[in-house]
């Protein structure tokens, strides 16, 4: 079973824990395993979930749950979080009414960042019994090696000649002892 086949398949799990509590989980519901976005599209590291809805014209509300989420109770109680959001719809945020769905089925902390309280962690411990263990690894870009291969910028200091060139910092290191000379007019350059 792969990651969105999952989360759908907890999302179907969840439908009567939320209709107990007064929420209704729409039905054009999409969810996915991804980064969550910060208002312009960029990557964001540090939000676990995210509640898109309905913009495109199929008229589906996107859930996103983080790739750096593994553990199956956070990934489930991040998908609840999300689906608080779906249920309600656009403009309420963390409001009065997200609050208090949130409590009804469970979630706890502050808003903006809930988890699962003791009602919940049973419920969610009983849909991984059925559908086994999140089948995700976390992805982590803060442990990938750095690049170190940016080139830097040299400029003959001739104002006449004004040549602009690239040279890789292992170059300049390697070859500290010698003097930068243009190579078109063989003045001294200087390393920006």
Not at 1 to 14: D, G, Q, V
Not at 26 to 44: H, I, L
Not at 72 to 83: G, K, P, R
Not at 101 to 121: D, H, N, Q, R, S
Request: charged content about 25%; some cysteine.
């Amino acid at each position: 079973m792969n990651r969105e086949t999952y989360l759908e398949k907890a999302i179907m799990e969840l439908r009567p824990l939320f209709k107990k509590h007064g929420g209704v989980i729409p039905k054009n519901v999409k969810v996915t395993c991804g980064w969550p976005t910060k208002s312009a599209g960029r990557s964001n590291k540090r939000t676990v979930g995210q509640c898109i809805y309905p913009q495109a014209p199929d008229g589906n509300t996107e859930l996103i749950v983080s790739m750096v989420v593994d553990d199956t109770t956070t990934a489930l109680d991040i998908l609840c979080h999300e689906l608080v959001h779906a249920s309600l719809g656009a403009g309420y945020g963390h409001k009065a009414p997200f609050r208090r769905l949130a409590l009804a089925i469970g979630l706890t902390g502050k808003m903006t960042a809930t988890v699962a309280g003791p009602e919940l962690v049973p419920v969610l411990k009983e849909i991984e019994k059925k559908l086994g263990k999140y089948p995700h690894s976390s992805i982590d870009f803060d442990n990938r090696k750095k690049q170190t291969t940016r080139m830097i910028k040299v400029k003959c200091t001739d104002d006449e000649c004004g040549c602009v060139f690239r040279t890789s910092a292992k170059w300049i290191k390697v070859h500290k002892h010698l003097p930068f000379s243009c190579p078109i007019c063989f003045t001294d350059c200087e390393i920006s």
